[in-house]
């Protein structure tokens, strides 16, 4: 969207697979961006120092200023610190723990980085007047519900694992502060991103790395669930517009009949998905397609956490900010098996 003044972003997450692609897309349109993240090991440490050259290319490039922090925001003085420092026009929270099976075997890592980390940066906003904050939720709070598309004026209040019960916990947290003290904040529901630079421990870099190494995948639930997968530019895209566009009051909210989307505060919620489910079988046999290669399948039942189902409703998301994803799937796959193949020389 195009833009009379350049707006100064705090992006938390910046070696990550979203955070990474938001900051760029910042830079590109002129924005200054200050990163933060903690570059820890999760996963490949190679590829989230690569993406953080790239946002250094990316500025010197566009002439946009940019600057990085390396430090946990579960860190509370750290994150002091970057606000003492800098007076940002919007803060984008894309920072956290992710990942559904690791939340089994890991707990306490959500509790440092979604709920220690989300309340730090809600005390800097907090403190600093920060116009608006945008932060990062997840599909995976719908749970148990099974009514679709998924809509965010239902109820989402039974998850089915501890990730998604941190970033429901993010939410309500938000919600506090727009309560109290009139912080906007606007939290986005990412429905299954994909695409170039992706995190190396999603069934999309999995598949494609042992398809093209000849060894089996697994395929759980047999292959027979939906999920809404949505290419990360259409992410980037939704995440831009929805923090350019201040949270305000919703004038028709009733207490008696309480809208979970909204609120007599400055606060909302929107999904960002695709609007259009694919099995996972139609997915594998895109990334089959664009690697020129079948995969061996191992099929498996449903593994324990997972949703049979995710099917976005994004209504709000295009009434809002005038924007609605639609890249095809097998467009995104083949995009992404095109930077997979450049990034790993295979």
Same mark, same amino acid.
């Given at each position: 969207?195009?833009?009379?003044? /350049?707006?100064?972003?705090?992006?938390?997450?910046?070696?990550?697979?979203?955070?990474?692609?938001?900051?760029? !897309?910042?830079?590109?349109?002129?924005?200054?961006?200050?990163?933060?993240?903690?570059?820890?090991?999760?996963?490949?440490?190679?590829?989230?120092?690569?993406?953080?050259?790239?946002?250094?290319?990316?500025a010197r490039e566009t002439g946009s200023?940019?600057?990085?922090?390396?430090?946990?925001?579960?860190?509370?003085?750290?994150?002091?610190?970057?606000?003492?420092?800098?007076? #940002?026009?919007?803060?984008?929270?894309?920072?956290?723990?992710?990942?559904?099976?690791?939340?089994?075997?890991?707990?306490?890592?959500?509790?440092?980085?979604?709920?220690?980390?989300?309340?730090?940066?809600?005390?800097?906003?907090?403190?600093?007047?920060?116009?608006?904050?945008?932060?990062? /939720?997840?599909?995976?709070?719908?749970?148990a519900n099974t009514r679709m598309p998924?809509?965010?004026?239902?109820?989402?209040?039974?998850?089915?694992?501890?990730?998604?019960?941190? !970033?429901?916990?993010?939410?309500?947290?938000?919600? /506090?502060?727009?309560?109290?003290?009139?912080? @906007?904040?606007?939290?986005? *529901?990412?429905?299954?991103?994909?695409?170039?630079?992706?995190?190396?421990?999603?069934?999309? #870099?999995?598949?494609?790395?042992?398809?093209?190494?000849?060894? @089996?995948?697994?395929?759980?639930?047999?292959?027979?669930?939906?999920?809404?997968?949505?290419?990360?530019?259409?992410?980037?895209?939704?995440?831009?517009?929805? /923090?350019?566009?201040?949270?305000?009051?919703? @004038?028709?909210?009733?207490?008696?009949?309480?809208?979970?989307?909204?609120?007599?505060?400055?606060? *909302?919620?929107?999904?960002?998905?695709?609007?259009?489910?694919? !099995?996972?079988?139609?997915?594998?046999?895109?990334?089959?397609?664009?690697?020129?290669?079948?995969?061996? !399948?191992?099929?498996?039942?449903?593994?324990?956490?997972?949703?049979?189902?995710?099917?976005?409703?994004?209504?709000?998301?295009?009434?809002?900010?005038?924007? *609605?994803p639609a890249t095809p799937v097998r467009?995104?796959?083949?995009?992404?098996?095109?930077?997979?193949?450049?990034?790993? *020389?295979?």
């Amino acid at each position: 969207m195009a833009k009379e003044y /350049s707006m100064h972003h705090l992006v938390t997450g910046t070696a990550g697979f979203i955070g990474f692609h938001t900051a760029k !897309k910042l830079l590109e349109r002129g924005d200054s961006v200050v990163g933060f993240d903690s570059v820890n090991d999760y996963y490949d440490v190679d590829i989230k120092e690569a993406r953080l050259r790239i946002l250094e290319q990316t500025a010197r490039e566009t002439g946009s200023q940019y600057a990085f922090v390396r430090a946990n925001l579960a860190d509370q003085e750290a994150v002091k610190q970057c606000f003492a420092e800098h007076d #940002f026009g919007r803060v984008i929270h894309l920072a956290a723990q992710a990942g559904v099976r690791y939340s089994l075997m890991n707990p306490h890592a959500y509790v440092e980085s979604n709920i220690v980390a989300t309340t730090n940066i809600l005390e800097a906003c907090r403190h600093a007047r920060t116009p608006h904050l945008t932060y990062a /939720s997840t599909s995976s709070v719908y749970g148990a519900n099974t009514r679709m598309p998924f809509s965010e004026h239902r109820g989402v209040d039974h998850p089915l694992q501890f990730y998604a019960a941190t !970033k429901r916990a993010n939410e309500l947290m938000a919600h /506090s502060y727009s309560h109290l003290y009139g912080l @906007p904040t606007t939290g986005l *529901r990412f429905f299954t991103v994909y695409g170039p630079w992706g995190r190396p421990d999603m069934a999309l #870099f999995l598949f494609t790395k042992n398809i093209l190494a000849g060894e @089996p995948i697994q395929v759980f639930n047999h292959g027979n669930h939906t999920r809404d997968f949505t290419f990360v530019d259409d992410i980037v895209e939704g995440v831009i517009r929805a /923090s350019d566009q201040i949270a305000a009051p919703d @004038p028709d909210w009733d207490s008696d009949n309480p809208d979970p989307a909204t609120s007599c505060a400055p606060f *909302r919620i929107f999904n960002i998905g695709n609007n259009s489910p694919v !099995k996972l079988g139609e997915y594998i046999a895109a990334i089959e397609d664009a690697v020129g290669k079948k995969a061996i !399948k191992e099929m498996l039942p449903l593994q324990a956490g997972d949703v049979p189902d995710t099917f976005a409703d994004v209504s709000e998301l295009e009434k809002s900010v005038q924007y *609605r994803p639609a890249t095809p799937v097998r467009e995104g796959v083949q995009r992404f098996v095109q930077w997979y193949r450049e990034f790993y *020389r295979v």
